[in-house]
Structure formats: structure tokens, C-alpha cells
């Protein structure tokens, strides 16, 4: 891959993963029960991209395609490590929906789901740079 399609490739899983991602949980009022904010980590992880056609991806399918295209290319890249596992770790909170009763730290959700765009950022840079 060129460094613009690398480049272009990154733009798009920032937009398209790293914005989106967060987007449910961050429109929640402070106050909103604990539903609610299971609603929002629902539709931020498996309901990640509507597109104007209405076609729906989730955030796993968002990476995997991404993942897939760039890997190879992007894989001697730190900045590359380090946002394979603060992906990992924004999708990991899709266990916690699976278990009804599980309290959901919003905090918490909310830091690892903005990390995601931030560490799409870092590689951005270290692909501008290099």
C-alpha cells in the first residue's frame, strides 16, 4: 500500500470507527440508568456505522476490514500495537452485555471507547512522519 492509501484508509477508520464508536454513550445525559448506558455500549459496538443507505456495520467488522487491508503494512508501526489493543479493549466491553445484572462503569466506557479515535490519531502521525 501507498502511504496515501494508508493514509486514506486511516482517515476512514477514524471517521468511521473511531467517531462513531463513541457517539451513543457521549449523547447520554449525566444522569442516564444504567440501561440506558447498556443501550448506548449496544449500539456503539454492533451498530457502529449506519450508512446513508441504510446498511449497519459494527465496530469488529469496522476493524477486521481494516485490520485485513492494512496489516501487513501498518504492522512494524508501535503506534499500530497500540491501537490493535485499545481496540481490543473497547470491543472486549461487549461481554458485559451478555451479562444483564453487570454494572457498567461509564467512565470507564466512555475513556476506552474515546481512546479509539485518539490512538487512530497517533498513527496517523507516525504514518505522516515516516
Known amino acids: ?9 486511516l482517515a476512514e477508520l477514524k471517521h468511521d470507527l473511531g467517531k462513531y464508536i463513541l457517539l451513543p454513550v457521549s449523547f447520554l445525559p449525566e444522569d442516564a440508568s444504567q440501561s440506558e448506558v447498556r ?24 476493524w477486521s476490514a481494516f485490520s485485513e487491508e492494512c496489516r501487513e503494512s501498518l ?31 461509564r467512565a470507564a ?3 476506552d471507547l474515546a481512546e479509539v479515535s485518539a490512538a487512530i490519531a497517533r498513527v496517523i502521525e507516525e504514518v505522516e512522519g515516516g
Not at 500500500?1 to 484508509?9: H, I, Q
Open 39 to 62: 443501550a448506548a455500549l449496544e449500539t456503539a459496538l454492533m451498530r457502529t456505522r449506519v450508512t446513508p443507505r441504510g446498511g449497519v456495520r459494527g465496530a469488529e467488522d469496522l
Open 75 to 105: 504492522g512494524p508501526l508501535q503506534s499500530f500495537e497500540e491501537l490493535q489493543a485499545v481496540v481490543v479493549r473497547a470491543l472486549s466491553w461487549a461481554e458485559r452485555l451478555t451479562n444483564p445484572v453487570s454494572s457498567l462503569d
Open 1 to 9: 500500500m501507498t502511504k496515501e492509501d494508508l493514509l486514506d484508509a
Open 109 to 111: 466506557l466512555q475513556a
